[in-house]
């Protein structure tokens, strides 16, 4: 069995447990285990890029030195936000000596700094990609449409993606779930992000652009691999409709929950009773 | 016992701001050999050359060291300075102060002792440097012009008027270059064709002028005055004797649905073409890549309606040795296309286009014979986006250069629209105006006043369709800074200029230097614009840097003026420094043992064999031999010897070694 460090951050735990439970599911049933890095603390998210640069790089700093620790060679970071923080910590600490000094003087550890870190796309085209063919049982059918939001192929001088104005590795794997990924100009819009809580009309206004593009071009669902995304898209729906002046009923769902389905697994066993959108699939009817 | 002079110059303030000008000499009087020394504000001034003069007949000096700048810019100057003061010039040396001491060292005492070692080891090397006498080597007066759009049409015609020999070589089966592509020109909007094609027909029927199109250059050897050419010329398919040009094959030809290069994709032409009606020369070659015979094996048909029987399937390319004395480069540029846009569609809508595009869509001998049309439908597009600075000046797309004739197209193309269709409306997304030109910035002017063109000054983020509209993301940064959508039909985007494909090798044939960007460098970036780093290299146009029509034109002629000026010589004096076999008394005759590893090691194939004969003709010895014309002077063949029998004059091994232990023996 494939062992792979693993940092859920935050998000994991709480608002969006289902993206934890689905990327679980789906590695268990091909044979991988994640295993949690002991005692991992807060990315520092936004809050701390924002106010202390130090603070932001000794954050996510301490959880690369756990994963060190425990022997890790590779890391596997689902949230968009925490992936961005985890690897631009390492790539600053390796562009800069000094912030490395700093930091290791501050976390008693000397950081080695070479550990993979692994977004969900990355993740699954390693490890779940070659296996699909054997995995997929019940194929998708539906017309969908990847959202990569603004965190999984940015900032492009570190992400170096050919194609990052316009990716497309989330809907390659879509493609092979059996699924047609529509070709669309929002998939890394900005979607409010934070503003959710402070601004939330201006989350309706950005995220309800996305929803009506993906609704207006035929998709019948919205795949997402970031939990402040996925939480926008689908529970500030109220303030998008708001926004658009219409009902729209496209579900938002994990690139894990789409493999789950995809592999025969039960709606429930994938977390979409936890969507304030409900979920209604070809694959979850019967 | 030497009588060197030593002369340190201050460079103004490059040199003294870190080095301390009077310590030097005052250091370098009092070394072995030096009979005066002293320093100067500007060395190469007039009084600074003649302080030199005056010291060289004062006090009899043998030898003369220069220390300032580079001798890549100023030898010449001083050892001219020496030869009027009845010194041989190749006893002045040059120590290099500025280049490989000032400008790289902070201002220290440790600088100025580097500045003085420096000036200890060129006095060494002075005291063996022997009198050396210049070579004299023929000119052949014709010249090579590489590439036939505007600026080897008119460096091609000036030489020729002069009365010179010219070879125009030309890639495309036309002559005309993207200038016979565009519609009008700023800041007059006189038609391009109209004031173009008449050069090109003058071009054909010049008596001075071989105008070779479909060809290239593929490989040059040689020297200033000297150069030897081998153009292949791609085989066109075609007895250019027996073509009248009719045209018939063309309108036969059963393969029409090739992208036109001449109408940048947007039309489509024949396998068998001629790029465009005004082409020069007007006939037509077989695009072999796509031709149905060529190809699969059938078809032939323009063989069966060609009334003179001209078409040849079986031609190949022919290479052709040519002689000439001087090259200019005119090779042109090109534009990023829409592809490299990721952030407007990766070129996934046909109605993003490019500038050069759109001129075609404006040109009276375009696709849509100047009305401008969209792409996609051919509808008339009530809106359009023009987006200046489309990678120019953008380090993310590796561009970081201004692109120049943007700003001045683009509100050339915002003004044609408006001309034609009168109830559209234009907006232009730009960083800065940059109209600095004669009339230019009142044209720029007349787009916005008279025109009623709407010029946004902020960058567009995105571009993508929505319900066949595309929909222009960019911001107004102007007062109170908002964001724009704009709903287009059509968007142009003002792409950077870029070297052509192919430019890099072509410059590495030529041996001549090239940017980060692949366009070809200038010898001095002010005061030697058209010339190369490698003499009787010339550059015209483009292919240097993006530049309008008039700078390429001035360009040109004074490229034309210095090859002009090369040919107004029957000879050239060469520098003496060329690689000599030695020759010793009898019965050695020379350390030379004739294995000639050293004519294997010449890259400029200069070393032959000579035979020593004794009085009646019995060859005694066979050495080698360094032809100087030929030789380049690079050392190569001094390594190579194993007898330490050939020597580099100028830089013998003896001198080298003089300036090392100079160092060594502080």
């Given amino acids: 069995m494939t062992k792979l460090g693993f940092y859920p951050g935050c998000s994991l735990t709480g608002s969006s447990r289902e993206y934890n439970e689905s990327i679980l599911v789906i590695s268990k049933a091909a044979g991988i285990e994640l295993v949690e890095i002991p005692d991992w603390n807060c990315c520092g998210a936004t809050a701390a890029h924002n106010l202390n640069h130090e603070l932001s790089v000794s954050l996510p700093a301490r959880n690369l030195a756990l994963a060190e620790l425990a022997e890790m060679e590779e890391l596997v970071v689902p949230c968009a936000a925490c992936y961005n923080r985890l690897v631009m910590t390492q790539h600053e600490l390796n562009e800069n000596e000094s912030l490395l000094a700093t930091v290791s003087e501050k976390l008693q550890y000397k950081l080695k700094n070479d550990i993979k870190i692994l977004n969900v796309v990355q993740f699954l085209e390693k490890y779940i990609l070659p296996q699909l063919d054997e995995l997929v049982k019940k194929p998708l059918s539906e017309d969908v449409a990847c959202y990569y939001g603004c965190l999984l192929v940015r900032p492009n001088k570190v992400m170096k993606d050919a194609r990052f104005e316009d990716p497309m590795s989330m809907d390659l794997i879509m493609q092979k779930l059996g699924a047609k990924a529509i070709d669309w100009p929002f998939k890394t819009e900005c979607c409010g992000a934070g503003f959710s809580v402070s601004k939330t009309e201006i989350v309706g206004e950005l995220s309800g652009r996305i929803v009506r593009s993906a609704v207006d071009r035929g998709a019948k669902a919205i795949v997402v ?21 219409r009902k729209v009923d496209i579900p938002v769902i994990y690139i894990t929950q789409a493999i789950a389905l995809a592999m025969g697994l039960t709606p429930k066993q994938a977390g979409l009773q936890r969507h304030f959108v409900p979920v209604n699939l070809s694959v979850t009817q019967n | 016992m030497s009588k060197i002079g ?77 030869s009027e003061a009845g010194l041989n010039p190749y006893l002045c040396e040059m ?7 000032s400008w790289v060292h902070d201002k220290s005492d440790a600088t100025t002792q580097k500045a003085i070692d420096i000036v200890r080891t060129l006095v060494e090397k002075v005291k063996h440097n022997k009198p050396l006498s210049t070579i004299k080597v023929p000119v052949t007066k014709t010249a090579l012009v590489i590439g036939g759009g505007i600026a080897g049409i008119q460096a091609s015609l000036d030489i020729a008027n002069a009365g010179h020999q010219v ?90 649905k090739i992208p036109s290069e001449f109408n940048e994709g947007l039309g489509y032409r024949t ?26 094996g059938k078809c032939k048909v323009c063989e069966k309606v060609c009334p003179t029987g001209a078409i040849r399937f079986d031609q190949e390319d022919e290479l052709v040795e040519l002689e000439v004395g001087a090259v200019v480069v005119a090779t042109g540029f090109n534009v990023m296309t829409t592809s490299e846009f990721s952030e407007y569609g990766y070129g996934k809508y046909p109605d993003v286009i490019t500038g050069l595009q759109f001129e075609r869509l404006a040109s009276a001998s375009g696709p849509t014979l100047g009305e401008i049309r969209r792409p996609s439908d051919g509808k008339i597009p009530e ?36 001309h034609k269709v009168h109830h559209g409306e234009s907006y232009v997304f730009y960083m800065d105006i940059r109209a600095a030109g004669k ?29 066949g509209k595309l929909i222009v993301k960019g911001v107004d940064t102007l007062l109170n800074a908002k964001p724009v959508e704009i709903e287009a039909d059509m968007v142009v985007l003002a792409s950077a200029g870029v070297a052509n494909p192919g430019s890099e090798e072509l410059a590495q044939k030529m041996h001549i230097s090239y940017d980060a960007y692949n366009f070809f460098s200038e010898a001095h970036p002010k005061l030697k614009p058209v010339e190369t780093n490698t003499a009787g290299i010339y550059l015209a146009g483009a292919c240097q840097a993006p530049k ?41 005759y020379s350390t030379c043992v004739g294995c000639f590893m050293c004519a294997t090691a010449c890259p400029y194939n200069a070393i032959g064999e000579e035979e020593i004969k004794d009085r009646k003709g019995n060859v005694i010895k066979k050495v080698a031999k360094v032809n100087p014309g030929l030789c380049q002077g690079c050392g190569t063949c001094v390594a190579f010897c194993r007898s330490k029998s050939i020597d580099l004059d100028g830089y013998t091994n003896e001198q080298m070694y003089s300036e090392v232990m100079a160092l060594l023996n502080e």
Wanted: glycine fraction near 6%.
């Fill in chain 1, 225 to 245: 691999a970031c939990p402040m995304c996925h939480s926008n898209l689908d529970m500030r729906r109220p303030a998008i409709e708001s926004y658009l002046k």
């Fill in chain 2, 167 to 256: 070879v125009l070589v030309e890639k495309e089966p036309s002559i005309g270059g993207h200038m016979s592509q565009l519609s009008e020109t700023f800041p007059t909007l006189d038609c391009s064709q109209c004031i173009l094609t008449p050069r090109m027909v003058e071009v054909a029927q010049h008596p001075n002028i071989t105008l070779m199109t479909y060809a290239e250059l593929e490989k040059l050897d040689g020297f200033i005055g000297n150069f030897k050419a081998t153009i292949r010329k791609k085989a066109k398919s075609l007895d250019e004797k027996l073509c009248t040009g009719c045209g018939l094959c063309t309108t036969k030809c059963p393969t029409k």
């Fill in chain 2, 6 to 82: 030593v002369f340190i110059c201050h460079c103004g303030e490059n040199i003294s701001a870190t080095v301390d000008c009077g310590k030097v000499a005052e250091v370098a009087g009092k070394l072995e050999g030096v009979a005066y020394s002293t320093d100067y504000k500007y060395m190469c001034s007039d009084p600074g050359q003649t302080i030199i003069k005056q010291m060289i007949k004062e006090k009899g000096l043998d030898g003369v060291v220069v220390a300032a700048c580079s001798p890549r810019m100023h030898e010449p100057t001083f050892r001219k300075a020496c």
């Fill in chain 2, 271 to 296: 396998a068998i073409y001629v790029p465009f009606p005004q082409a020069v020369p007007n006939k037509p070659v077989i695009d072999k890549a796509n031709c149905s015979y060529y190809q699969k």
């Fill in chain 2, 383 to 418: 809106k359009i986006v023009f987006i200046a600075c489309a990678g120019s000046r953008d380090p993310a797309k590796g561009k970081p250069y201004c692109s120049k004739i943007c700003c001045m197209y683009t509100a050339k193309h915002a003004m044609l629209y408006q």
């Fill in chain 2, 548 to 588: 309008d029509i008039p700078e390429t034109v001035s360009q040109a002629s004074g490229a034309a003026a210095k090859v002009a000026i090369l040919f107004s010589q029957n000879e050239l004096s060469r520098e003496p420094v060329v690689a000599v076999v030695n020759r010793s008394a009898p019965p050695l």
């Fill in chain 2, 95 to 101: 120590a290099n102060l500025r280049e490989h001491c």
């Fill in chain 2, 439 to 467: 009339n230019y910035d009142e044209f720029t002017r007349r787009a916005i006043v008279e025109d009623k063109v709407n010029y946004l000054r902020g960058r567009v983020s995105k571009v993508y369709e929505e319900n």
